[in-house]
């Protein structure tokens, strides 16, 4: 059972949810952050949300030559659940926006499974790590009290194998920046990757690759224009 005071409420991209200004407040004063492994293996629940939380470090971290690899977990096609295709859309967004973030190959391992039904086929998702440990790694993965089950369930997986195998990992929020209170992780341990002006404008280019999310058709933007402060920072923020 979550903690009643860090679980958010169901997300509704209509919320005006906590102001920016709060968690900047809050992150201001937080510590310099580098991974310190030279292979960083990124977790998303959905295409998109790897470039959201951590397109800066993506970019920065493949442009010094460095290994990544995403973990691509669903297709996202529940977004919009009467959307014929989605999946293979949000794929395509995903490939785009790797593309403006690296002109170096990022590897992607998609898995596949159901958009929503992650904790279901949490094995799958192990064994796909257990293939990815044999050298030093950084996870970066989903915070475990998110708020998204999807995110959730990934977050809960690779915080016990990160445990288990002795591998460093960091959290990144995604939902839980439009919904929590800044005071209720106040005490946690953050940690902030600084982003050079090109990263910024990299991960701002390859977040526009997401037009279903952005500017979906027939639909209420899942990524509403009120969210993305939480993405623009200068900085991207970790939970380590």
């Known amino acids: 059972m979550l903690n009643a005071a860090l679980t958010p409420a169901a997300f509704d991209p209509g919320d005006t949810g906590t102001p920016e200004s709060a968690w900047r407040h809050l992150l201001a004063t937080r510590p310099i952050w580098e991974p310190q492994t030279d292979a960083l293996v990124i977790v998303s629940p959905h295409p998109d949300d790897e470039v959201l939380a ?3 470090l993506i970019h920065s971290w493949s442009a010094a030559g ?4 995403v973990v691509s977990v669903t297709d996202g096609e529940a977004a919009f659940p009467r959307w014929r295709g989605l999946a293979e859309v949000r794929r395509r967004e995903l490939n785009c926006a790797l593309r403006k973030l690296s002109l170096a190959h990022v590897s992607v391992i998609r898995l596949g499974i159901a958009d929503g039904r992650v904790a279901r086929h949490a094995n799958r998702l192990r064994n796909a790590l257990l293939g990815l440990l044999g050298m030093p790694i950084t996870l970066v993965v989903p915070y475990e009290h998110d708020g ?3 995110h959730e369930a990934v977050g809960d997986v690779c915080c016990a194998m990160a445990r288990t195998h002795q591998v460093d990992i960091v959290r990144y929020p995604i939902w839980a920046w439009h919904h929590m209170n800044p005071a209720a992780l106040g005490t946690l341990r953050w940690g902030r990757f600084m982003l050079s002006p090109e990263a ?3 991960k701002s280019h ?3 690759c997401f037009e279903s999310q952005l500017r979906p058709p027939f639909a209420q933007p899942v990524v509403p224009s009120r969210v993305l402060p939480y993405v623009e920072r200068p900085y991207e923020a970790f939970l380590l």
């Not at 460095?66 to 690899?69: H, M, P």
């Open 54 to 56: 951590a397109g800066g």
């Open 148 to 150: 998204h089950p999807d």
């Open 200 to 202: 910024q404008r990299a």
């Open 206 to 208: 390859a977040i526009q």
């Open 66 to 69: 460095r290994s990544v690899t």
